[in-house]
T-cell receptor, first 117, second 117 residues
Framework: EAGVAQSPRYKIIEKRQSVAFWCNPI?????LYWYQQILGQGPKLLIQ????????DSQLPKDRFSAERLKGVDSTLKIQPAKLEDSAVYLC???????????????FGPGTRLTVL | QQQVKQSPQSLIVQKGGISIINCAYE??????FPWYQQFPGKGPALLIA?????SEKKEGRFTISFNKSAKQFSLHIMDSQPGDSATYFC????????????????FGKGTLLTVNP
């Protein structure tokens, strides 16, 4: 079974530029998450989708970050304009609800390492 | 603000020794507590998870101990091996903002474990 795919793996941009990340979740996974992982810290949830609807974006800096999952499969996360403090690894994860399971595991992609100069 | 506090920040253990990582939380709405393992350049991967009504869960060399009254839980790695060298994150689950059956994770800051041969 293929895992969560993300691209690009690395991106270097100047501050105030725009950048977009792409994620393709595991086939059949209805829930998709975007996390920001700053060096030396744990992942922080930015936005969560259930199919193509947003179920949590409480920690998304909406003045500069946006995300979409138009057809309920793959997703893009955009930053416009980028700031120095946006330098981080952006992780995508997906999960599916399984009947009878108390905990539905989140499967993470390898992430995109963003450097803002 | 929901937080999960993790310690130590880094840990060095000799091969065959026991590695212990501790986490604490305040929010009683957390209802599941997974541990994730992350190798450099990879996304986190689920290691083991526990419900708050269980005091201990063991899977192979990995054991979670849970103290509900103290709001603390810990990961014990028995017979630590060099291949266990990674960053470990504790996490806690709550309902997403939209509620229903959507959940989100809050992660600790991570513990970098080094197992010397």
């Amino acid at each position: 079974e293929a895992g969560v795919a993300q691209s690009p793996r690395y991106k270097i941009i100047e501050k105030r530029q725009s950048v977009a990340f792409w994620c393709n979740p595991i086939s059949g996974h209805a829930t998709l998450y975007w996390y920001q992982q700053i060096l030396g810290q744990g992942p922080k949830l930015l936005i969560q989708f259930q199919n193509n609807g947003v179920v949590d974006d409480s920690q998304l800096p909406k003045d500069r970050f946006s995300a979409e999952r138009l057809k309920g499969v793959d997703s893009t996360l955009k930053i416009q304009p980028a700031k120095l403090e946006d330098s981080a690894v952006y992780l995508c994860a997906s999960s599916q609800r399984l009947a009878g399971r108390a905990y539905n595991e989140q499967f993470f992609g390898p992430g995109t390492r963003l450097t803002v100069l | 603000q929901q937080q999960v506090k993790q310690s130590p920040q880094s840990l060095i253990v000799q091969k065959g020794g026991i590695s212990i990582i501790n986490c604490a939380y305040e929010n009683t709405a957390f209802d599941y507590f997974p541990w994730y393992q992350q190798f450099p350049g990879k996304g986190p991967a689920l290691l083991i998870a526990i419900r708050p009504d269980v005091s201990e869960k063991k899977e192979g060399r990995f054991t979670i101990s849970f103290n509900k009254s103290a709001k603390q839980f810990s990961l014990h790695i028995m017979d630590s091996q060099p291949g266990d060298s990674a960053t470990y994150f504790c996490a806690a689950r709550t309902l997403s903002d939209s509620g229903g059956s959507n959940y989100k994770l809050t992660f600790g800051k991570g513990t970098l474990l080094t197992v010397n041969p």
